[in-house]
Each structure stands twice: as C-alpha cells, then as structure tokens.
C-alpha cells in the first residue's frame, strides 16, 4: 500500500481507534507517572519510588492484593465450573430450552446494584432467609448474614451477575462443535466424561479462557459489591484506590491502580494458560 | 432413569432455582416499594399491612429521584450520538477496506473493556485535573462514556458495513448516482439496524455505568446508579432502595430486548444479551 493509500484509512481510525488509544493510553500513563511521583496536584512533581515502598510496606495494600484475587479467582472459577455444564446440556434444543437459556441469562439484565439491594433484601437480619431458616427450625434465631467476614456474599452476586455471561460464551463454543464429531466419538466406545475430556473440552477453550479471564478481571478490579455487601474489615483494591484518591493521595492510589492493572494482565494469562493445560490433560 | 425423565428432572431444578434466584428477589423488591409508612412491614407479617405508592411519589417529590432521572437520561442520548458519531468512520474503515494490521486494529478497539473501570474513572478524573477541566463534569462524562462504549458501537458498525454489497454500491455508480445518493440507496438500509443497535447499547450502558458517573460527576451529577449506590450506603431505606432499583431495572429491561432484536436482525451472530 501506498501513502496516498494510508492517508484516508489513517483519517478513518483518527476518531475512533485514535481517541480510544489517547484515552486509554493518557489513563494508564498518567497512572503509572503518578505512582513516580510525577504529576503531583500538590507539591513537587519529581520522580520518587517513595510511594511505592511505602503502599508496598502496608499490610493494608498486601490484605487488599490477596482478597482482591481471591475473589476474582474465585468468582471466575465458579461461575465457570456452573455454565460449563448447563451449556453442555443445552447445546441440543429441546422442548423448553431456549426458554431456559433466557431465565438462566436473565441477571445479565440486571444491573449489579439491583443485584445487590435484591441481595441484601433476602438475607438481610428479618429477611426471608432467615425467617425461612427458623421456619423449618434449623436455626432458632436470626442470624447477621450480612457483610460476611469471608465475602460469601460478594462470591454468590459475582457468580450471579457472571454465571449467565460465561454462560453465553460457551453455549456459543458448544454449539458450534458439530453432531458429527460427538457421534463419531460415541460410535467408538467413548462415554460422557471421555467426550467431555476429549472433544467438547479442548472445542470449547477458547471462550472458557475468554470467560475466564473477563470475569477474572471485573471481579479482581470490584468496587461495587465489595462496598455494598463484602466484609467491613477488608478492602478490595479498587475500594483502598478509591479511598487513597478521596483523601487526595494520588499517588499512592496510582501504585495501588498499577498493581490492580498488573495483577489483571499477569493472572489473566496464568488463569487462560492453566486452564488450557488442564483441559487438554497436561503440557502439550 | 430415562433421558427424558432427567431431562424434566433437570429442567424442574433449574426452574426451582431461577424462582429462587430471580422471582423471589424482585418480588420483594416490588412489594418493599409498596411499603406505606403508616405501618410498618415485620417480620411476623407475609405482605405489608398497608400497601400504597406513598413511597414512589416521595421519591418523585422529596428526593434528587427527579434530578437524578434528567442527568442520566440526558447523559445517555447525548454518549449514544457521540459514540455513533465517533465509531462511524473507523467501522467504515474496519469493515470496507483490507489493509494491513486490520485485525490488530479491531483487537486495540477492545482496549476500553480490559482496563478496569475504576481505573479508568480516576486516573481520567487525574487527567481532567491536570488540564483544569475538574469542573467540567457533564461533558466530562459524556466524553468518557462515548469512548468507553466504541469497542461495542465499531463492532456492530463494522459488521454492519460488511453487510453492504458491493454489487449495490457499484450498480448505483453505474448509474450515475451523486456519494450521498450511493450512502442512501446502497449503504443506509444495510447500516439501520446496525445503527439502531449501536445507539440503544451506548445509551444502555451509559445509563447503567456507575464507576465514572460516581468519581467524575459526585458531588454535582447524580445518576441512578450513584443515587441507587448512595441509597444502600450511608442514606439506606429499604422502601427507597426498592423504587429506585426498580426504576434502574424495568426500562432497561425491556430496552434489552428491543436491542436483542436489533442485534439479531443487524447481525444473527452477535445476538448476545448484551454483547
């Protein structure tokens, strides 16, 4: 291609691509240069790496790093581990399934803050579970579910709010694995499991790894749940960003922005890449 | 046991859980909204004793409900023209021309959607600080949401300039139609329904999107997500909460499937909630 060539195309991409480049691009450099110490709104602006010992010397930060990725690995693993095999079951149509497959993707709908009032409303210190809990006489009176200490309830609204979306990705990966295959397979002696571990598990990987890691990502980063329903003696990472930012700590609120970007890239790949090791049963 | 016998075995479960999971939910969403202050809902009672719109028109009447619903439904109309106007010419360029680094360029449309969203809002908020425009909340917002949401408006654009043929385009040339009349005869009616998606699915998002509204807007804009937000925090009333999350959920419902529609028509393969 030729310069006259590119000239248009360039124009085109200017403001749509280019702005999305000098949008993201401008956030996650300021981002990082503030975490040097540069761009100070207050003060002098010149490089340090004061802000970073000192995030990285709190307990605070390191309590903030382990439960934010406890709570993303945990929410893409579970919500993973749930639609795998729903998918599975609704890949063929029957009687009934697309209807299922719209209730089951239904909380894609709605939003996460609806989600959580809903939450809360249920298992709230008069709410229908705990009624419920001593109606059948298992306790014998109500407990404080709220604010769980191991963020049980921020786990179950991740899984609710993201279940159905994997469930999307891979209804989409199963389908598309044709009847031949399976049949063949079938013909030859292979039972459930052997089909799952064989063919629809290594079809389907690629929108399990993208699952995975998309889910991954908007847990680890939770601002919303953890505030609403997680536990009151721990922060997530994007809650201790939020905080440090509100006491006009920008810098400090940049390391931690750093590190919540870094941990999402270096655990996305590790999740994808160990997943796709133990579906295709071992290095290959 | 028969396949069919754990198939319905199997369907009765799920449809039990989702009752739980889904129904239940907003059931008591709905009757919480209901609530009349005269008396109060207990424990010991199935249904509120006294059931009224009380709260629903208190909301409407006493609290920035009303402020609340024009900001988020101006922001969103005015994210959706931008980002159509914003995505239109690189999903032409993404869907009309092979060039090379083509799918490079697709893959870096997805930017916005990997970095998260609080990331996004503050550093931008930093950004906004060091060019002096800290005041300059509404088109702030505007601005970040319209970007926030091109990878979703370029690629149903994309996909919709694909659709256009090339026999169409050149059989009007031939016969000696202007540019904008080839746009109109050629172009336009394979790019509607994509342009139709695109508009509803920026202005869904917009509505919904919490982690800009709340770091860029606070304290001047309230949207129904931050008033929502604040509403099951520090000012949280049960009866209040519920109208507010139904009024957050209801439009955008249904909002859905008219998009789900669209989609489907602009592109089957893209029919996918929200995208």
């Known amino acids: 291609m030729t310069l006259r060539d590119w000239v248009p195309i360039v124009a085109l991409l200017v403001p749509g691509l280019g702005l999305i480049l000098v949008l993201i691009g401008s956030v996650v450099y300021i981002a990082v240069a503030q975490s040097f110490g540069y761009y100070a709104l ?9 802000f970073w010992s000192d995030v990285f010397g709190r307990k605070l930060f390191s309590r903030a790093v382990r439960y934010s990725i406890y709570v993303g690995f945990w929410s893409a693993v579970l919500s993973v581990a749930l639609a795998y095999p729903l998918a599975i079951w609704l890949r063929k149509p029957f009687s009934g399934s697309i209807g299922l497959g719209a209730l089951l993707k239904a909380p894609l709908l709605v939003h996460g803050l609806v989600a959580a009032f809903l939450y809360i409303n249920v298992i709230s210190y008069n709410g229908l579970l705990n009624q419920f809990m001593q109606g059948i006489g298992i306790w014998s009176e ?50 459930p499991w052997a089909r799952f571990c064989k063919i629809i598990a290594p079809l389907s990987i690629s929108g399990m790894q993208a699952a995975m890691v998309i889910i991954f990502i908007g847990a680890l980063a939770d601002f919303t749940f953890q505030t609403t329903v997680g536990p009151t003696n721990r922060q997530s990472m994007a809650q201790l ?43 290959r | 046991m028969t396949y069919q016998r754990l198939n319905s075995l199997l369907i009765t479960m799920v449809v039990t859980v989702a009752f739980i999971w889904l129904a239940i939910p907003f059931t008591m969403a709905v009757l919480w909204s209901l609530v009349d202050p005269a008396e109060p809902w207990t424990a010991d009672k199935l249904l509120p004793p006294v059931m009224s719109f009380y709260r629903w028109v208190d909301m409407w009447e006493n609290s920035s409900l009303r402020y609340a619903l024009i900001s988020s439904y101006t922001l969103a109309p005015s994210a959706a023209l931008l980002g159509l106007c914003l995505a239109l010419p690189t999903a032409f360029a993404l869907g009309r021309f092979d060039f090379p680094g083509r799918e490079v360029a697709k893959l870096l449309c997805l930017l916005p959607l990997v970095v998260p969203p609080f990331i996004t809002a503050i ?115 049960r009866p209040n909460a519920a109208v507010l999350s139904l009024i957050l959920v209801v439009p955008n419902v249904f909002l859905m499937l008219i998009l789900e529609r669209l989609m489907r028509s602009a592109n089957p393969a893209l029919s996918s909630g929200k995208g």
């Open chain 1, 42 to 50: 207050l003060g002098q602006s010149e490089f340090s790496l004061e």
């Open chain 2, 123 to 237: 550093f931008f908020s930093a950004l906004l600080f060091q060019l002096g425009l800290n005041t300059w909340r509404f088109g702030a917002i505007v601005f970040a949401h319209s970007i926030l949401f091109l990878p979703y408006a370029i690629r149903i654009l994309t996909v919709s300039f694909e659709t256009v043929r090339q026999d169409h385009i050149d059989a009007a040339r031939d016969l000696g139609a202007s540019a904008w009349a080839r746009f109109r005869v050629a172009y336009f009616p394979a790019l509607k329904p994509g342009i139709s998606a695109t508009l509803l699915i920026v202005f869904i998002q917009s509505i919904e999107e919490f982690a800009i509204a709340f770091i860029i807007g606070s304290p001047d804009i309230v949207t129904i997500p931050t008033l929502l937000y604040s509403a099951l925090g520090q000012d949280f009333v």
């Open chain 1, 241 to 283: 960003m939020v905080s440090f930012k509100s006491r006009g700590d920008w810098h400090s609120a940049a390391v931690v922005g750093v590190s919540l970007m870094t941990i999402a890239l270096l655990g996305s790949a590790l999740l994808a890449f160990t997943s796709r090791v133990i579906m295709r049963g071992g290095l």
């Open chain 1, 142 to 191: 109500p407990r404080r579910l709220q604010n769980d200490s191991n963020a049980f309830g921020v786990l179950l609204l991740q899984v609710w709010k993201n279940m159905p979306f994997a469930l999307l990705l891979l209804t989409g990966a199963v389908q598309s694995i044709s009847d031949d295959i399976l049949d063949a397979s079938r013909d030859l002696g292979a039972g």
